[in-house]
């Protein structure tokens, strides 16, 4: 069964001039795997049982979500809205037609329409849904080899960051970013090294998500000694990567030391 819905709203066009649909937030940031509430508002009546309410993608006309006859309507749902929208139900009767949509989705960003339709009259509302992903905790390698030392961080998230490595004394430093579109869950896979030829080194990773205005900042101080490297990172699980003459120590979660 198809889930695109054509309207046949316009026989009711000015039914009644104070008849009104409206949206009060006409852009909305939707944060993955939270839900996100659309909201709608009309002129509402004392009777519903006239009410119809639908939303639908204004891009394709696929149907997110539809209520009539006093009840949800979702024969011509869209599969990938199946099971996570809703209306506000015991509030139709104040006029909020507010769609909610749960755990956030890639695909569910693009432009929205609200279309309410009573004894009153009929109007609709259009809207756009952005949508974003926190990066998560950037895991911490260090690479030794004869030569040089790098330091790496690997996160996920969405849309492209912006990614800055800082010296001990705050100057910009030279990098390697790598950037993956994951493709099954919309996310992008970073991964960036800082690589250096000290024996001591501190250095702080920056990523910064503007949409969300998420700023991750971790700093990594390490002294290289011989043959063994001390690294104090408190707070965050690190893995180490290093050649058979190599031995490393880290400062894990809790304070705990492993020797890898």
Not at 126 to 150: C, D, F, H, Q
């Amino acid at each position: 069964m198809s889930c695109t819905h054509r309207s046949h709203w316009r026989i009711f066009f000015f039914l009644h001039s104070t008849f009104e649909v409206i949206v009060p937030n006409k852009h909305l940031l939707a944060i993955r795997g939270r839900p996100a509430v659309l909201g709608c508002e009309f002129t509402s009546g004392p009777d519903l049982s006239s009410l119809v309410i639908t939303w639908q993608r204004q891009e394709d006309s696929q149907v997110v979500h539809s209520f009539y006859y006093q009840q949800d309507q979702l024969d011509r749902q869209c599969p990938k809205y199946h099971n996570r929208t809703s209306l506000y139900v015991s509030e139709l009767h104040k006029g909020n037609a507010s769609l909610r949509i749960a755990s956030v989705r890639p695909k569910d960003a693009g432009w929205y329409l609200c279309i309410v339709s009573n004894a009153k009259g009929i109007g609709r509302a259009l809207m756009e849904v952005t949508y974003g992903a926190l990066y998560s905790e950037p895991r911490l390698s260090i690479l030794v080899n004869s030569s040089a030392l790098k330091v790496q961080f690997e996160t996920e998230g969405f849309p492209k960051p912006e990614v800055i490595w800082l010296g001990e004394h705050n100057q910009n430093l030279s990098y390697y970013l790598e950037i993956h579109d994951q493709i099954e869950d919309g996310l992008y896979f970073i991964k960036s090294i800082c690589e250096v030829q000290k024996a001591v080194v501190n250095v702080t990773f920056t990523l910064k998500n503007h949409l969300l205005n998420q700023n991750l900042q971790r700093p990594v101080w390490l002294v290289y000694i011989k043959i063994r490297l001390t690294v104090i990172y408190p707070s965050m699980r690190c893995s180490f990567i290093s050649n058979p003459i190599n031995h490393l120590w880290a400062m894990g979660l809790n304070n705990h030391f492993h020797l890898i």
